[in-house]
């Protein structure tokens, strides 16, 4: 099989924003011809109004907004020209016309490694204020594709750089406070600021990998998933960002799940997600997602009658062509009737009436002094020092002494890595300035300078390690900027390894060799790449995990240099290289294989021994934990009423009314004021038996504790942690001995045993 031009597909979007006017968000009921019209009157209901809407349209401008995100001006109620399509995973992107520059935020798998709630929300408030200003400033569109909630369970694929973790309760947590920030404005709490899309749904994990004899892509991948699997990890990000976020969209995957394209899965987008978790938003398909259900997945024998399972399904939006190409011939063959098509109508209408479309609103009084505000770009750097990671940290090498350190010298292919990583999922023109780790270091030490040894991250060329390694020699301090970029992984591409190329690898040995002190190592990558030789390494003194930060980078100086001290943890498990060859990235089971075919996903249910764990992440000062408060036993049943009365396959998330917590007391044991994660683990009693998660998160807490005091932190599991989920996607409640953890092992650390009943 072969891979669809994606690229094409995202220059025929932007190309047809691009090729006209800038965009201009117009209210016709502003307008003396409209001012009178019944979907003009809020007085009425907005189903009334969007009644009238639909009763006023032609054939013509129905086919218009059924079959393409971009949709020309519909003169019957006086509209211009919409897109659905804008991007804000890492801030607002912009049309090339109106070359306004919006704040650039760190990659989620950076800003994830906060385990902040506040931070998440902050940074989709800031970036919906900003969609929001150029909206009203005419340069943009209102609906936004983010949040990215899939798992990065797969150290492969080419989109971990998106996403925020690999377990789904964090995830979830993610997606709620990204949309609630997003779409929430105190100005106005009857309408949306700006509407966010979670994506995709669901399981679009692959992106396009080889194996052995076997070829697959995104467009044509059959995801075969277990509902044990369906139900307690793939599902989770979404049901919370529908429930607990209210987002106002989702989109629809390009794969198959178990036979059924996502896009024409009845199921997926109505039964779970409007049914029972109450999505009341509207559902686009992913670009081309829609002509895959006929041409790349084969699921009808006609076009026509993919239209009639994508509508009926309830796919709204159709970005690309298939809809408007099959529509009428659908229509006319009986395959669909006119309300099918007036249902995705209204559902569109539906949200565009709560973007105030039609109103007018204080959201509309947001200006331009929100873009690339001083706040804002605070906030952004701000995310890189909550969120780098410390991985490795002997005998103090860091924090750097600035007045001490005469020279440094940075080395390595990301070097001057920034705006590189920008890619179409940001603007590229960002209000920040280009910023790489060499401008970090030299903002404290002037006499830095860089050579990169290896000019890219891929690359096979040994040529210029040699005066790398002299430059070595020569400086105060060495820093090597090593890892991967979007030529490694990204969308439509997967990650080949998850092991440093030999290059790479090479450059680190001896670079590493040849420096007078120990070297420290910043890591930039959204693939968990194989550690080992780098830990065991005794010339390198530190390793700080910076993820995907973009121009963000400009922050880690004021963590390399001690104005505060990291207090990130790693959201992926970092495995050993020989995992990759364990486990097909074809295979998405959570869950160990039979006879030792896989070893198992993630934290919650891999079988062997990680190089570093899910959690882990080291301070410049030392904390230590001890459980003050809980309840040693638990009645189940607040748990059964749950699962009883619960007619959903999937009960919500509720915290456990009948246990006030568990209370734990963090205690800064050395000199340094400095943030901790403090995170909550529950194993259940027959862990790793019958698809038993070894442990999952259960909640976490971030916290500022001063050297030398201590500050109580209170972590609530929910009903749901008490149960499992059966084989057949059930969930059950779950009696014996649950032992919670605090922390990861091997940091501060306690446990504390309950008995359940």
């Known amino acids: 099989m072969t891979c669809k031009p994606f690229l094409f597909l995202i220059a025929w979007a932007f190309t047809s924003i691009h090729a006209q006017p800038a965009p201009l968000l117009n209210n016709p009921c502003l307008t003396e011809g409209f001012s009178g019209a019944k979907f003009c009157d809020s007085s009425l209901s907005d189903e009334a109004r969007v009644q009238d809407i ?13 079959g393409d995100q971009m949709q020309p001006s519909i003169p019957s109620i006086g509209l211009n020209n919409y897109s659905w399509w804008n991007e804000a995973s890492t801030g607002v992107a912009t049309s090339d016309e109106a070359n306004i520059a919006t704040t650039k935020f760190a990659f989620p798998i950076t800003t994830g490694m906060s385990f902040n709630r506040t931070l998440w929300h902050a940074t989709g408030t800031h970036i919906g204020r900003e969609a929001r200003a150029l909206m009203n400033d005419g340069k943009l569109f209102s ?59 669901i399981a679009n994990e692959m992106e396009d990998s080889s194996e052995v004899g076997y070829h697959d892509d995104r467009n044509h991948v059959d995801s075969q998933i277990t509902q044990q699997d369906l139900m307690d990890s793939y599902m989770p990000p979404f049901q919370a960002c529908v429930e607990e976020g209210r987002v106002t969209s989702l989109m629809c995957s390009y794969n198959a799940v178990n036979g059924v394209p996502s896009c024409a899965n009845d199921w997926l987008l109505n039964t779970l997600a409007r049914d029972e978790w109450g999505f009341e938003g509207a559902i686009v398909s992913d670009c081309d997602a829609d002509r895959d259900v006929f041409e790349s997945h084969n699921f009808t024998e006609t076009p026509e009658e993919s239209v009639q399972k994508i509508l009926r399904a309830g796919t709204d939006v159709d970005c690309g062509h298939f809809i408007k190409e099959n529509l009428e011939s659908a229509l006319n063959k009986d395959v669909i009737t006119m309300e099918d098509i007036d249902l995705s109508i209204a559902r569109q209408f539906s949200l565009r009436m709560r973007l105030s479309h039609f109103d007018e609103s204080p959201l509309q009084t947001i200006s331009m002094d929100e873009v690339c505000s001083d706040a804002g770009v605070e906030l952004s750097h701000d995310g890189l020092r909550q969120s780098a990671a410390l991985l490795k940290n002997e005998d103090g090498t860091l924090p750097l002494n600035a007045d001490e350190t005469k020279s440094v010298v940075v080395i390595g292919p990301n070097s001057e890595l920034g705006q590189a990583t920008a890619s179409y999922y940001g603007p590229p023109n960002h209000c920040l300035g280009d910023f790489t780790l060499v401008d970090a270091i030299q903002a404290f030490v002037k006499d830095t300078t860089t050579i990169a040894g290896i000019d890219k991250v891929l690359s096979e060329d040994t040529s210029g ?41 090479q450059l680190i040995k001896e670079v590493s060799a040849a420096a007078a002190k120990p070297v420290v190592l910043v890591l930039f990558t959204a693939t968990p790449l194989d550690l080992t ?98 309840a040693k036993t638990f009645d189940l049943k607040e748990v059964k009423e749950l699962l009883d009365n619960e007619e959903n396959a999937m009960p919500k998330r509720i915290t456990a009314r009948g246990s006030d917590g568990y209370v734990v007391r963090v205690a800064n044991t050395g000199d340094m004021d400095a943030d901790e994660v403090v995170l909550g683990f529950v194993t259940p009693p027959g862990a790793g038996v019958n698809g038993t998660p070894l442990k999952q998160l259960f909640n976490f807490e971030r916290v500022h504790v001063k050297a030398g005091e201590s500050v109580e932190v209170t972590l609530i599991p929910a009903l749901t942690d008490f149960t499992v989920v059966n084989a057949d996607g059930v969930r059950e409640a779950l009696a014996g001995e649950y032992s919670f953890e605090f922390g990861v092992r091997g940091l501060a650390f306690t446990d504390f045993n309950v008995r359940v009943q």
Not at 149 to 167: C, F, K, Q, T, Y
């Open 54 to 66: 639909i009763d006023r349209l032609s054939w013509e401008e129905k086919v218009d907004l059924v």
């Open 533 to 630: 030789d780098v830990l065991a390494n005794d010339k390198i003194g530190a390793v700080l995990h910076v993820g995907q930060p973009s121009v963000t980078i400009v922050s880690a100086g004021d963590l390399l240099f001690g104005k505060t001290s990291p207090a990130g943890r790693l959201v992926q498990t970092v495995y050993k290289k020989e995992y990759q060859d364990q486990i097909s990235i074809f295979d998405f089971n959570m869950r160990p294989g039979p006879s030792g075919t896989n070893p198992g996903r993630t934290y919650r249910f891999f079988t062997g021994e990680p190089v570093v764990p899910f959690g882990f992440g080291l301070s410049y000062t030392t904390f230590d934990y001890q459980v003050v408060g809980g």
């Open 465 to 505: 390690i040699p005066a790398a390694v002299e430059a070595a020699k020569k400086a105060d301090q060495v820093v090597l900027a090593v890892g991967t970029d979007l030529t490694w992984a990204k969308e439509a591409h997967d990650a080949a390894s998850i092991a440093f190329t030999d290059t790479q690898a």
């Open 143 to 201: 609906t936004f594709w983010a949040p990215v909630v899939n798992l990065a369970r797969e150290p492969r694929w080419g989109r971990n750089i998106e996403v925020p973790s690999e377990d789904p309760y964090q995830s979830g947590e993610y997606a709620v406070q990204f949309v609630q920030g997003f779409q929430e404005a105190p100005e106005d709490p009857d309408h949306v600021q700006a509407s966010a899309c979670c994506k995709q749904f």
